[in-house]
């Protein structure tokens, strides 16, 4: 079955997501919010605990404080004595962060709850807002980062974002930018995906297009931290399966327009057809690529 549009059964989202995106879109705020699940601690409890700095400490205090996250228990201290501990909204939050996330939990040996967070490298998150900023104009991706509510001139290249934040961008992409299909998403990351880094070396590399579907996966790994990646590759075919994700419409477009871009970038006639999808009970999303 080949997919025209995707899959878009999706729960609203509860309101803690938006304020869930927001403490793990800092490693400061995430490591400091979580270190307070345990018990209510002292500025300098939550540097130990962390090993931060206590400056980064107090930064991620006040942001989470501003926040409604996190609150100061004894207001009335100056210094000296100052106890934060996680408001109810907090407390929220909080269960999301330790929630096994496709069943796996990273152990923790610190005085932080055990957590698995589904990341993405940053790099891929920033070339698209690059390639949006070209193409759609500084003032409407403005506007949709002020709605995604992430810094992004906090982020690096080598920084790592939550899956369930870079989703967020991706609807707001397609709302503002699409007309619901996900057809813009596919579209966009066709275009830009000559730009990432990871892909752009491997495309620099003199391979036919079936050698150059085997390295797939080693460029997932680098770019994803869960989930994985088989290809089976045939002279002019590749048939690409993603396991133990958690898809969204928009990410499902994503990597329809990202194997079309590979073909673009090359300059090979083909197409990419959309086979499986977890979303409607397959074992596996599949993306059929021929040429």
């Known amino acids: 079955m080949a997919y025209g549009r995707y899959p878009t059964d999706v729960k609203a989202a509860a309101p803690a997501w938006s304020d869930f995106s927001y403490v793990v879109s800092s490693r400061y705020r995430e490591q400091v919010f979580a270190a307070l699940g345990a018990r209510p601690k002292l500025p300098r409890e939550l540097a130990e605990t962390t090993r931060l700095r206590l400056g980064h400490v107090s930064r991620a205090l006040r942001e989470l404080s ?55 490298r940053a790099s891929t998150v920033l070339r698209m807002i690059q390639y949006l900023r070209q193409t759609r104009g500084s003032a409407p991706v403005a506007q949709t980062m002020k709605e995604w509510g992430v810094d992004v001139d906090e982020l690096a290249e080598d920084s790592w974002l939550p899956v369930e934040t870079c989703a967020r961008l991706l609807e707001l992409i397609e709302r503002n930018f699409g007309d619901g299909s996900y057809g813009f998403v596919r579209e966009a990351f066709r275009e830009a995906v000559v730009t990432f880094p990871t892909v752009r070396e491997q495309l620099s590399k003199a391979l036919p297009l079936a050698a150059l579907s085997r390295h797939a996966p080693t460029v997932y790994a680098q770019e994803w931290n869960y989930g994985r990646l088989e290809v089976a590759v045939t002279r002019r075919r590749a048939v690409l399966r ?43 999303c599949e993306y059929v690529v021929e040429w």
């Open 242 to 284: 993603h396991y133990d994700w958690t898809p969204t419409p928009a990410m499902c477009a994503l990597f329809h327009g990202v194997y079309e871009g590979i073909l673009q970038a090359r300059g090979v006639k083909g197409r990419v057809v959309k086979s499986r999808c977890i979303r409607v009970g397959d074992p596996y």
């Open 66 to 120: 501003d926040r409604r996250l996190v609150a100061c228990l004894t207001p009335e201290l100056r210094a000296r004595g100052r106890l934060y501990g996680l408001t109810p909204q907090g407390a929220a939050v909080l269960n999301q962060l330790v929630r096994p996330v496709g069943g796996a939990i990273v152990a923790s040996t610190e005085d932080i709850a055990p957590r698995f967070v589904p990341k993405i």
